[in-house]
């Protein structure tokens, strides 16, 4: 009986890259499940204590560190200032040299050091006590200079890093990066801060036009198709023509919409006596609407799911625009 002959996809070793990749990727993530184990202990005691602290100044923060530290820090900084906590990343290498006048003392400072002894923060440290503003430190040593002269202090549990001389700032950045993604968030749901906020400062590219409101994008007034209840179809076809939305919305003596009738309508009413026929007999009752003030994602995820070209928008029952499909795809809505 003959042995079967294995592929030799099967018998060969993963690629060594591949091997690094994922042994990386499981000393970072053990890095953070051990950030989250001391979230529940002294770390989330002070973690909480510097949301407070934050939330109560009537400032800036000044984010500020160095080397790699410095650049999760810049990344703090943009990410806290995007969702609605004013602030600015400032060089400790800078500092000393005029940089510490961004520094006031309505504002809260925050640094980044894993060892804590960065030579370069110390004079940020001693602005910081001249002028009573308080310092928030992130470091994995709580009685480092930093820690000790901290108003609060995040102290990170220790962690392997995935370099394997244990040198090069891996693990340890991911944690500084991971908690502060997590001290911006729990910000942004203290202040109440929403998506139409967060519009106000991404107004650009696909993200601001994902959060454009409807009212920005509708069709209004004379070019929002209508008629009235008891209207005859042979008029309604013409409004629809003259409009060119595919549809034509149908209102009652107040003015509110309570029907609709589209392509479809009509391709399933297609009879001798369709040009004659009362509207009402053909009209869809209780078409999907959306409001002015919807997310144009949300509108157009609307369309799509209900699988319709456009949807008016009402406020109070009565329409008040209509959007087309097109207009949110031109819009960069997506």
Known sequence: MSTPV??????????????????TLKCENDGLGVLANALEGDLGRAFCEAVELIGQAEGRVIVTGMGKSGHIGRKLAATLASTGTPASFVHAAEASH???????????VVALSWSG????????????????????????EPKSALGRTSTVVLALPKAVEACPHGLAPTTSTTMQLVLGD?????????????????????????????????RDLMHKDDKVPLVSNGTVMSEAILAMSEKSFGC????????????????????????P???????????????????PDTIASAALEIMNSSKIMAVFVVED?????????????RAGVA
């Open 273 to 291: 006596d369709l040009l004659t026929a009362r509207i009402e007999d053909v009209m869809t009752r209780q078409p999907r609407t959306v409001a």
């Open 248 to 271: 034509v919305g149908v209102v009652d003596q107040s003015r509110r919409l309570i029907g609709i009738v589209t392509d479809g309508d009509l391709r399933r009413h297609m009879n």
């Open 117 to 140: 002894e960065t030579p370069e923060l110390r004079e940020v440290v001693h602005h910081t006590q001249r002028n009573a503003v308080p310092l928030i430190a992130i470091t994995s």
């Open 98 to 108: 005029g940089d510490l006048g961004m520094v006031t003392k309505k504002d809260v």
């Open 182 to 214: 997590a001290l911006a968030i729990a910000l942004l749901e203290s202040r109440g801060f929403t998506a139409s906020d967060f519009r106000v400062f991404h107004p650009g590219g696909r993200l601001g036009a994902g959060l454009t409101h409807v």
């Open 317 to 329: 029952g009565r329409p008040v625009g209509i959007l087309h499909l097109h207009d949110a795809l």
């Open 6 to 23: 294995r592929r030799a996809e099967e018998t060969a070793e993963p690629p060594k890259a591949l091997v690094s990749a994922r042994s």
